[in-house]
C-alpha cells in the first residue's frame, strides 16, 4: 500500500494570499492538495471554479485531488482533466449512472474516485469498489469546512476496509471534514489512508508544522 497521505483543503486557505498558501503547501510534508469545488445545488455553498483551480495548478507542485460536490458531473470530468487534477472524485449520491462516471475519469487518465455523505452507507459501493481508486468519505456533511467531525465515521471506515480487502480491490480511504490530529491516529487504525484537512492546518499558527504533526501520527 501507498503510505499514508495528508492533503490539506485549500478551501480553508487564505484567498488573498493564496499563492503563499500554496507554497507553503509545497514546502510542507503534504502529500496532495485538496480542492473543493461546491455548485451551490448539491451542496448549500459555492467555493471556486475552473479559472482559480487553473492558478492553483501552475504554482502546484503535488498531485490535486479535486473534490467535486456538484451534481451532473459528467458534464466537467473533461474540463478538470485539462486543468491537472490527479484525482478527480465524484459523489454517489450525484451519479445515476456511477460506473459509467468512474470509466469516463479514468478514459482521461485520472485516478477516480466516489465520495460518500454521512448518510450514505458504505455496503452501496460493494459492487463497484474495483473500479474505484479512492473512496472519500465524508466526515461531516458537505458544503462548509470547519465543521465537526462525525464520530461514526470509525465504523463505517472499518466497514469499508473490509469490503476492500473481501473484494480485492486496490482503493485508498480518505477522510474529509474535521480531522484533526486528535482523529488521525483512530482514523488510521480503522483503515484509512488519506486524510484531508482544512482549518486545522491553516488556521493553525505554523501549518508547516501541524502538516508535520499529522504526518507523524499517521505513520
Ligand atoms: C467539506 C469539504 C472539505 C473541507 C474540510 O465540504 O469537502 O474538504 O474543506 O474542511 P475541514 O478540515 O475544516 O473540516
Ligand atoms: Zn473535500
Known amino acids: 500500500m501507498d503510505s499514508r497521505k495528508v492533503a490539506p483543503s485549500l478551501l480553508a486557505a487564505d484567498f488573498g494570499n493564496l499563492q503563499r498558501d500554496i507554497e507553503m503547501v509545497n514546502q510542507s510534508q503534504a502529500d496532495w492538495f485538496h480542492l473543493d469545488i461546491m455548485d451551490g445545488v448539491f451542496v448549500p455553498n459555492i467555493s471556486f471554479?475552473?479559472?482559480?483551480?487553473?492558478?492553483?495548478?501552475?504554482?502546484?507542485?503535488?498531485?490535486?485531488?479535486?473534490?467535486?460536490?456538484?451534481?451532473?458531473?459528467?458534464?466537467?470530468?473533461?474540463?478538470?482533466?485539462?486543468?491537472?487534477?490527479?484525482?478527480?472524485?465524484?459523489?454517489?449520491?450525484?451519479?445515476?449512472?456511477?460506473h459509467r462516471s468512474l470509466?469516463?475519469?479514468?478514459?482521461?487518465?485520472?485516478?477516480?474516485?466516489?465520495?460518500i455523505n454521512p448518510h450514505t452507507s458504505v455496503t452501496l459501493l460493494e459492487d463497484t469498489i474495483q473500479d474505484i481508486d479512492l473512496v472519500c468519505m465524508m466526515s461531516v456533511n458537505p458544503g462548509f469546512g470547519g465543521q465537526s467531525f462525525i464520530e461514526n465515521t470509525y465504523k463505517k471506515v472499518?466497514?469499508?476496509?473490509?469490503?476492500?480487502?473481501?473484494?480485492?480491490?486496490?482503493?485508498?480511504?480518505?477522510?474529509?471534514?474535521?480531522?484533526?490530529?486528535?482523529?488521525?491516529?483512530?482514523?488510521?487504525?480503522?483503515?484509512?489512508?488519506?486524510?484531508?484537512?482544512?482549518?486545522?492546518?491553516?488556521?493553525?499558527?505554523?501549518?508547516?508544522?501541524?502538516?508535520?504533526?499529522?504526518?507523524?501520527?499517521?505513520?
Open 49 to 98: 471554479g475552473m479559472p482559480v483551480v487553473k492558478a492553483i495548478a501552475q504554482h502546484a507542485k503535488k498531485p490535486l485531488d479535486v473534490h467535486l460536490m456538484i451534481v451532473d458531473p459528467d458534464r466537467y470530468i473533461k474540463t478538470f482533466a485539462e486543468l491537472g487534477a490527479d484525482v478527480l472524485t465524484v459523489h454517489y449520491e450525484a451519479c445515476t449512472h456511477l
Open 103 to 115: 470509466q469516463a475519469i479514468k478514459a482521461e487518465g485520472m485516478k477516480a474516485g466516489v465520495a
Open 158 to 219: 472499518s466497514e469499508l476496509k473490509n469490503i476492500i480487502e473481501k473484494r480485492k480491490a486496490v482503493t485508498l480511504i480518505e477522510i474529509d471534514g474535521g480531522v484533526n490530529a486528535g482523529n488521525v491516529r483512530k482514523l488510521a487504525d480503522a483503515g484509512a489512508d488519506v486524510f484531508v484537512a482544512g482549518s486545522f492546518v491553516f488556521k493553525s499558527e505554523d501549518p508547516i508544522e501541524t502538516i508535520k504533526t499529522l504526518k507523524q501520527k499517521i505513520v
